[in-house]
């Protein structure tokens, strides 16, 4: 099933560049600087669960698609809030995901999941509805498998390093095990505050109870919340981290005085704050961040536009990332100009800033990462990590920003099995872009060489300091 | 003039594989669930009138460019709302189409036009201002003939539902007269409740009074009014509707209280209502027209942000619909949140979704009809029905919501003799896609043909209920 | 370096008929309606200067991608405001430029100055960081030869006429001396009335003196404003001017009573004008300049959507115009109704339409010029003057504008060296396009010629009465 020119342009002059390219750097060690995947999997290294639990039932890339066909997630096994009882036979939930497999085709889902069942697993047959019990068992039967443990494919999947997301008061318990282990492979936290930074989340007061827990510091003012965020980047800073992120609505940037921002935190802690104060509130961290990245040198990655949560039935039935995360429209130029200004020009500092507005790529994101030195562009990120995204991505950036202003491919995911098809994705799909342009002689061979593992490898490594 | 290979990209590879799927549903009968056709053509089944008459003076796409070029409607025939004298000849009118036909070179009107002319008509030379009153002559010809009455067009053309647009109070008698005649073709109505939904339009009252006599109802309050509506759905239901439709500024939603309908409608009738009033009732309205089609089972259909009559010097002289509707930007994540959370849920409820702002397709549209089972995204519509709008819309819809959440192909025209043209068009666009997918392997050949099977007939008669 | 297939696309038959359509209009006239180029240097005609101060030093396309990557603006020469001294050494500078120079790869900024080198200089290798001096040097060489005199370059460049932009106080001095020198290349101005129109700007104050000095009229009040902004018209149309242009932050345009204008201007000429007071005043004196234009004939063209200095840092220390102007989201159809109702439906007036927004491509700005008969749309602007910008610009546009409601192409350039550089660049992305319009049979080869010369030549003498 996995044409060994896929995703190439069918050009016959292009797609021999592209497969040149792609070559050179097919078989690079993968740098996943950014991601979700659960670092317990290799602190414990047991066997994966069954195929339903290890592909569906985690990952909302795949039953969203599902439930908007009509399939509800009870059907699919995915946990209540509440414990009521949901589908808990994997072969029924496998069937159902077998039969509606065609809905991926055309997808990024579908285009990771053929290349992780044919190259992670040996099934050179497409997933139907009759095959499905079949596929079914002989996935279970190789995670059964020492080659399938997670380390085994963490190795043979040639993972430089892996940089999981972690909140301000986790104790990193398992990146500690898998660093005080005889493992070597290189698994690193990357700090995100956002459950103690959004003053109005239901939960935020136990968040800075945790939070006073983990640093050591009684946060019960703006100065401890601080100080104790501070205590915690330096903290994740010795564990390895590189890194830090921030999910927000809009990149709106304020600072306030302490005296204002102090004045917020009282409100939110008595429980009064007002959505406002939680936007200024915001604005006023995403400064902060900025303050402690450029003495830290943690490379500051900010992803905005995230109506998080639209469909409160499911949020409210089932909880958070069930797939009804919707984007809307996002403002930088305004919104990002304080900080920009006052931070935007120090070239030691990083700042990655991540869209889901395609519509910013060419009008706002690629001129300001033209200009200041601080700002790189993040890769074409969540709806828009697929073929047609991350070339229109290219399309749009390139010509203003260049390369070099941007920082290679992040794959962002929970899934830790889809990791080398989403990377070898992006580096067809780069290859393929590099060699239209050489095709069109806007570069020559030798310019995209060398592009080619900037891309895949020299870029992300330089924006990271890895 | 028409090459048997239009549109098809020039690789040979695409181009191959596109031809064949093309083949395959060349044929397959037009399904026309939205446009806007007057069904008195087909009751009446009289000749056509002149070429002037059938092609230009209805048909502001086609009367638009020349007035974007500096001639005046009233050369061009199109009548005044006074009744000011305008140009009566149709010769002269004609004579001023073909020596401006060149300014459609490359525009989705012009190859309509050319497809119409030879395929229906059998002129292979392309219109200009040596052969227009030849062409003129020989359309006119053909129009007097039998094989050119509407009904026998309508066969020829293998149409197998053909669906129009009509007001809640309209007695849909050519509806009734065609259904009562000998003749099978099939002629439904659609639902479209603006006029006595837009309550600050000059004409609301009328509009009212016209409802009260349509439905038996007399309509003095909010709960008399939606019970009205009611009455008038279940009859064009009866008629054979599968649907209805919103034309509206922006997609907000919000349910009000009876109280605070009932107060609005109060104030409408007493002529007081405010801007922000008709706001708030159009969205309730969205509202209602949701819950009535999740228990009448019509299919909702929702096209927004058109800025109508933005031209008020042509609007005051030549009224509605004259070419001087312009789109704006629109917004649905944070519009359609009320609606979504209460009706998006249904697997039942069919919700279509339509856009004249493309940076939506990846952005809003994809992301919502990618989760929401009620909802699916109707196509490129309108300034965007065309074969780089529709390669677009792939491009930015497959990726995320896949194929099976869109709905297929609408014509929405009012020009009767353009329809084959469209769905040729749009067809050969399909195959086109679809090739460029099975070239480069992101589907394979047999999945490409089913897609193509479903894009040209299967979804759009799942999505309507036809 | 420079194919001759460059920017074409590889697929042969697009490729063969773009090379035959490129070759029929390569060796037109260069007709520049609109640019910075500076008068001056045709006025004294006298060698130009290093190749840093000719190339780097006035150029922000330049030099903004060199800052971006973390070089000081000082080690690249650009003066300061305050005279604090700044890197003197022109060919250091030239060395990190060359050692740079990669940077560049994909960007028309690399594409131009590819072109410049080898078909100006005669340069046949990539600059870099080895051969930046050899490079120098045979730059300098040539520049003080005969040959590469301004006038002489402008000669054989074959620019046919060349429109500067300047100052309503200007005097056109250089103009005049170039009309009573013995040399007969045209170089004509644009009047831009920014500075006077801008009451909040620093030095208001100053360039209405300037105003009253420049047209005589004692500007004291919104009547005289009016009187000496007519009178500088007038004037530039006595020197060869063909057109004006306004840059403005929002395209909001609406007609104030001359009461509520003065009480503007008043406030204006005591310091207490609003924010509110200099968006009314501006989209005023869009209404204003329309009308003036109705009268005058002189073409007007609105260039919105850019954030000026967005980076204060660096327009505090270095001024304006230094690459740090970034676009906003812009919105046409509501803001530009006001103006378009009162002047849009004329046919003699041409009103010239940019954006840097390119989302509003197909969404306002195709379907406005597509119907208003005074509005037409000016080329890919800035950011967007590139291959792929050009690209999106005619697939975005033409569907619904078609060809002939744009204007050819401006090079909107202050750096004389890149104009043939940019009319050949923009010349071979519409053979390319229009190629691929024939290849895919949606224009025919005569209708692909036609166009050509109209892209390259007729619309623009058209649009700018020239």
Redesign the interface.
């Known amino acids: ?1 996995l ?1 060994q ?7 016959p ?2 797609r021999e560049i592209a497969r040149e390219l792609y070559s050179s750097v097919k078989d690079l060690p993968i740098i996943s600087p950014h991601g979700h995947v659960d670092p317990r999997i290799f602190a414990e290294n047991t066997p994966f669960p069954s195929p339903t639990e290890l592909f569906i039932i985690p990952d909302h890339y795949i039953y ?2 599902l ?4 399939i509800p997630l009870e059907e699919l096994g995915i946990p209540t809030q509440d414990g009521t009882p949901v589908e808990k036979d994997h072969r029924k939930i496998w069937q159902i995901f077998g039969k509606h497999f ?7 889902t579908g ?1 990771w999941l053929t290349h992780e069942f044919e190259d992670v697993f040996g099934i050179t047959e ?1 997933l139907n509805g009759d095959n499905a019990q079949e596929i079914y068992d002989h996935i279970s039967a190789k995670l059964q498998t020492p080659e399938f443990l997670p380390r085994t494919l963490f190795n043979k999947f040639n993972i430089e390093v892996l940089s999981t997301t972690d909140g301000a008061s986790d104790s990193l318990e398992y990146h500690k095990q898998i660093n005080n282990s005889d493992w070597n492979g290189k698994v690193i936290p990357s700090f995100r505050p956002d459950a103690v930074v959004n003053i109005l989340a239901a939960n935020w007061k136990d968040e800075i109870a945790k939070l006073s827990s983990a640093s050591g510091i009684d946060v019960n003012n703006y100065k401890s919340f601080i100080a104790a965020i501070e205590n915690r980047r330096e903290f994740f800073k010795q564990m390895g981290a590189v890194s830090t992120d921030q999910g927000i609505l809009s990149p709106f940037t304020h600072q306030l005085t302490d005296d204002e921002a102090d004045a917020i935190f009282q409100r939110a802690l008595n429980g009064n704050a007002s959505v406002e104060d939680e936007r200024l509130f915001i604005a006023n961290m995403l400064m902060e961040m900025a303050r402690m990245s450029s003495e830290d040198g943690l490379v500051m990655q900010i992803h905005p536009g995230s ?1 998080r949560n ?5 949020f409210n039935r089932f909880g958070l990332d069930k ?2 995360d ?4 996002t ?1 930088y ?2 919104n990002m ?1 304080e900080l ?2 006052k931070y ?2 120090d ?1 030691k500092l990083t700042i990655i800033l991540f869209t ?4 910013n790529y ?3 994101l ?8 601080a ?1 790189k562009l993040g890769p074409a990120w969540w ?2 990590d ?4 991350m070339t ?1 991505y290219r ?2 950036v ?8 941007t920082v290679g491919f992040n794959d962002d995911t929970r899934a830790f099995l889809s990791i080398p098809a989403r990377h070898d994705l992006s580096r067809r799909v780069d290859s393929n872009f590099l060699a ?2 050489a ?6 061979i030798d ?1 995209a060489k ?2 080619s593992y900037q891309l895949a490898n020299g870029l992300v490594k330089k924006a990271y300091n890895l």
């Open positions: 099933m044409n020119d896929r995703y190439f342009d069918p050009n002059q292009v969203r698609m439930y908007s066909q009509g065609y809905l991926y085709a055309g997808t990024p285009a497409k109506f639209h469909n409160q039935v499911i797939g009804c919707i984007p809307v429209q403002e130029t305004k100009h920009l200004n935007g020009n070239p889901l507005d395609e519509s060419s009008r706002e690629a001129p300001l990462a033209g200009h200041y030195p700002l709806f828009h697929s073929i047609e995204g229109r399309q749009m390139t010509e203003t920003a260049g390369f070099y202003n239209g342009l095709a069109r002689h806007i570069i020559n310019e060398e592009l």
